[in-house]
């Protein structure tokens, strides 16, 4: 058996054993497989053991492997997530080419988004990108701003806004871990009740998904876990 469906199987009883523990349906959790840094021959072994949802951080990587995956295995039905930073000049091939953004973090990109999603396709879906522990380094928006600009989002034709997404501080204790996640869903139940239709909470990687279960994620994403370390080229 290979790797990869090993670390697949391995990552889908942590998911299960973080729901039952939480008391969630399992099923109300979604696994994203990261695959940045790793090439076709990845995704598509990753795809036979029955994964069919990826998510992609850097944009010209991503679209020569979506190419590849496509020209290799045209049978293979594949929903392609971009999760990294956006550069307003860069909005048109994903529009075109994704299934959902995680990563936006002002109205501009979303806007640029909404216009150039060819009409052919439904709707990109998108995330909210919101920084959660208030890092400076960090993109997204803060807490205090996220209501007035998903109301602004959701508000914008060919994008259906669908939850926030976080990437809090990397901290070891799970306790710890757990704060920046209760947050992230108060912060989704006070959009939720202020009129918006939101149902995606996009949070925990490898080291803390346990955590975000725990405080209702619904879209876990998830890449050295299932593909191993990451080598950065350079
Ligand atoms: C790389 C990355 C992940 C996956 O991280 P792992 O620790 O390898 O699971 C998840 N989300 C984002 C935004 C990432 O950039």
């Known amino acids: 058996m290979s790797v990869i469906r090993q670390n697949l199987q391995a990552v889908r009883q942590r998911i299960t054993d ?14 994203l497989a990261v695959s940045k840094t790793f090439g076709a021959d990845a995704v598509i072994a990753a795809a036979e053991a ?3 949802a990826f998510g992609e951080n850097y944009l010209q990587e991503a679209l020569e492997k979506i190419a590849e995956v496509r020209a290799t295995r045209p049978d293979l039905q594949l929903e392609w997530h971009f999760i990294g930073p ?23 990109i979303a ?21 959660i522990s208030g890092e400076a380094s960090k993109s997204g928006v803060l807490p205090t701003e996220a209501l007035a600009v998903a109301q602004e989002i959701s508000a ?3 994008v259906c806004l669908r939850g926030l997404m976080a990437i809090p501080e990397a901290v070891g204790d799970a306790e710890q871990q757990r704060a920046p996640f209760r947050q992230m869903h108060a912060l989704l139940d006070q959009l939720r009740a202020a009129g918006l239709k939101l149902d995606t909470l996009s949070m925990g990687m490898s080291g803390d998904m346990a955590a975000a279960i725990a405080e209702g994620a619904t879209i876990v994403r998830i890449g050295s876990a299932i ?8």
């Open 86 to 108: 956006i550069q307003s000049n860069k909005t048109r091939p994903i529009a075109e080419h994704f299934d959902w953004v995680h990563s936006v973090d002002r109205v501009k």
């Open 18 to 31: 973080a729901a039952n523990s939480a008391r969630r349906d399992v099923h109300g959790v979604e696994l």
């Open 227 to 234: 593909f191993g370390t990451r080598e950065y080229a350079k």
């Open 50 to 52: 029955g994964q069919g």
């Open 156 to 158: 914008l034709p060919n």
């Open 111 to 131: 806007q640029r988004l909404s216009e150039q999603r060819p009409a052919h396709l439904p709707p990109l879906n998108i995330c909210l990108q919101v920084n």
